[in-house]
Structures are given as C-alpha cells and as structure tokens.
C-alpha cells in the first residue's frame, strides 16, 4: 500500500461545527487530493495541490478550504459543517497531475464523517 | 452529464465467466484512464492504467480503449468470487464514473 493515512478515521459532529481532515503521505509525492463519495455520485473531487501553498478547487468546493504547509501534509476543513458533508473522504496522491504520465492516483483508508 | 459515465448496474456473472465493464467519458481532452477495485467499505484500489487506443492486458484483466467513440471498458476473464467489488472507471481529468457494482456467483 501507499504510505497514506488519514485521521480521523470516524468522526461524527454537530451542525455548525468546524472539522479538519488530515492525509499525511510518506511518498513525497507532489500531487494530493481531497474527495468526497457518495452513493449515486460516486467520487467527486473537491480541492487539491500541486505543491506546497499550491492549491485548487474541484468539483465540489463551496464549504470546503485546505492548506498544504509541507509535502506530506494535506488538510481538509470544514468551516462550518452542514448535514450535506456527511460522507467518506477520500485523500489521494499522484506523482504528476493532468498529464504526466504518473498520474495514477493512490487512495488513503478514508475518514467516515457524521455532521447530525 | 458527468465527464465519466458508467452503468451503475448490478451486474452478476457466473464464476469463469468473463465480466464486461463498460464507461464513457465526454471530455476529448482527457488522455489517460484507469479503472478502480473497490470492495465495500475500502478505499479504491488501482487494477489498470491505459493511456493509448487499444487493448492492454495484465494478467485476467483487460483494458479497452477507444479515443474516437470516447469509451473504455474493462474485461474480466474467468471471474471469481473474489472480483465481486465496485469498479470505478477514472479519467486524469479527475473525473470518475459512479461505479459499476459486480457480483461473481460460485
């Protein structure tokens, strides 16, 4: 397996609460991306970085933000969570983005988040 | 319409059958596709990369990819029990297919 974790693995919080997600990769691969899925949409791309400081949005961005302050550290934040971000995030990396021929992304274990 | 289209199914085929999975993309800029194992509850796993028309073959699996008519597909030859997962078709426009759900049948 990649070296992928992600943390928390679970989380289950309130309506209007902050939540960070974090992927942390041991590949010092250059690309990371933060998605999101859920049944009958499947994997949606919400932000991710092609370097650190280096960021962009996705498909579904709005409620979301990251940082990446290190190669190996990518955050995913929900400002103010909302019962529509219950889902399964998935952090991933790749060494090369659109086209590079290493684009072959790598799946961290999840973190399955709860807002009630 | 999704950049990457699959048929979400159920699809059951009997154990050594071979199992077709079929996706299409909208996107003519996207370049190269991979298609994703993921068992219930687990994160997506890689199975193939294929970058050019054609076929690519490792191992019971094939890859097909068709550039003109924008489609990709996935074979399986002699499926068993173990293949039974969600197969996720993804372009590197970072785009994927909402799955196709497939059950082998011993």
């Known amino acids: 397996d990649a070296g992928i974790t992600q943390s928390p693995r679970h989380k289950v919080t309130e309506t209007g609460t902050p939540v960070t997600l974090r992927c942390h990769q041991t590949e010092n691969h250059r690309y990371m991306y933060w998605y999101r899925q859920d049944p009958g949409h499947g994997l949606r791309l919400i932000h991710y970085s092609y370097g650190v400081k280096d960021t962009d949005k996705g498909e579904v961005s709005d409620g979301y933000s990251v940082s990446r302050s290190k190669t190996e550290d990518f955050l995913l934040t929900l400002e103010s969570a909302t019962s529509s971000q219950t889902s399964v995030y998935f952090c991933?990396?790749?060494?090369?983005?659109?086209?590079?021929?290493?684009?072959?992304?790598?799946f961290g274990p999840g973190t399955r988040l709860l807002v009630l | 319409q999704k950049e990457v289209e699959q048929n979400s199914g159920p699809l059951s085929v009997p154990e050594g059958a071979i199992a077709s999975l079929n996706c299409t993309y909208s996107?003519?800029?996207?370049?190269?596709f991979f298609w994703y194992r993921q068992y219930s509850g687990k994160s997506p796993e890689l199975i193939m990369s294929?970058?050019?028309?054609g076929d690519k073959e490792d191992g019971r699996f094939t890859a097909q990819l068709n550039k003109a008519s924008q489609y990709v597909s996935l074979l399986i030859r002699d499926s068993q029990p173990s293949d039974s997962a969600t197969y996720l078709c993804g372009s590197n426009q970072f785009y994927f297919g909402t799955g196709t759900s497939l059950t082998v049948i011993p």
């Open positions: 294929i970058y050019s028309n």
């Open positions: 996107d003519r800029g996207s370049q190269s």
């Open positions: 991933a990396i790749s060494e090369s983005g659109l086209a590079g021929g290493s684009e072959t992304q790598y």
